[in-house]
């Protein structure tokens, strides 16, 4: 049965996989990168998560309110319990990122509950009508979304922050 799961599954899922494996692989180093790209992978997990996410499903319209509880959770956890120093050298356009295996666990974690979800959706399309999965599996995006969210934010305040640099 998950061998043929795997053979079913289409290539740029995979390609997708190798993406965000590397992405969580340069993310474990400390590097200096510029805040678009800090900006990548939070918005790329939040297109995954929004992609998920069915506002004709038992939830409605109301699926987007329990998205955004989890995401409000997390980010606000994520802001508020952080404690490395951000450092940003606007002069060079860059902000220092210390390394960090979150990334790479939350976009596994990520990853993971789509394929499963798509996976037992196939498997026993019921589940596209239970309110208890469909409200877990929001919450549960909307907390992954708002950790990423709320790091980026954390990341954002500390450009704005940072005086830019005036031309001579």
């Given at each position: 049965?998950?061998?043929?799961?795997?053979?079913?599954?289409?290539?740029?899922?995979?390609?997708?996989?190798?993406?965000?494996?590397?992405?969580?692989?340069?993310?474990?180093?400390?590097?200096?990168t510029s805040?678009?790209?800090?900006?990548?992978?939070?918005?790329?997990?939040?297109?995954?998560?929004?992609?998920?996410?069915?506002?004709?499903?038992?939830?409605?319209?109301?699926?987007?309110?329990?998205?955004?509880?989890?995401?409000?959770?997390?980010?606000?956890?994520?802001?508020?319990?952080?404690?490395?120093?951000?450092?940003?050298?606007?002069?060079?356009?860059?902000?220092?990122?210390?390394?960090?295996?979150?990334?790479?666990?939350?976009?596994?974690?990520?990853?993971?509950?789509?394929y499963s979800?798509?996976?037992?959706?196939?498997?026993?399309?019921?589940?596209?009508?239970?309110?208890?999965?469909?409200?877990?599996?929001?919450?549960?995006?909307?907390?992954f979304n708002?950790?990423?969210?709320?790091?980026?934010?954390?990341?954002?305040?500390?450009?704005?922050?940072?005086?830019?640099?005036?031309?001579?």
């Amino acid at each position: 049965m998950i061998q043929q799961i795997i053979s079913h599954t289409p290539l740029y899922v995979w390609a997708l996989l190798a993406f965000l494996m590397y992405r969580g692989w340069l993310a474990s180093k400390d590097r200096a990168t510029s805040l678009l790209k800090v900006a990548l992978i939070p918005l790329v997990m939040l297109g995954l998560a929004v992609s998920g996410i069915r506002g004709g499903g038992p939830l409605g319209q109301m699926v987007w309110a329990v998205w955004a509880v989890g995401a409000a959770v997390s980010g606000t956890l994520i802001w508020t319990l952080s404690t490395r120093e951000v450092r940003v050298d606007r002069a060079a356009g860059t902000i220092l990122q210390r390394g960090s295996w979150m990334p790479l666990g939350l976009m596994m974690a990520i990853f993971a509950t789509k394929y499963s979800v798509a996976v037992l959706s196939a498997i026993q399309p019921e589940l596209a009508h239970n309110l208890l999965f469909a409200t877990a599996i929001t919450l549960l995006y909307g907390v992954f979304n708002g950790l990423f969210l709320g790091r980026l934010a954390r990341y954002t305040a500390a450009w704005m922050r940072q005086p830019a640099t005036v031309a001579a």
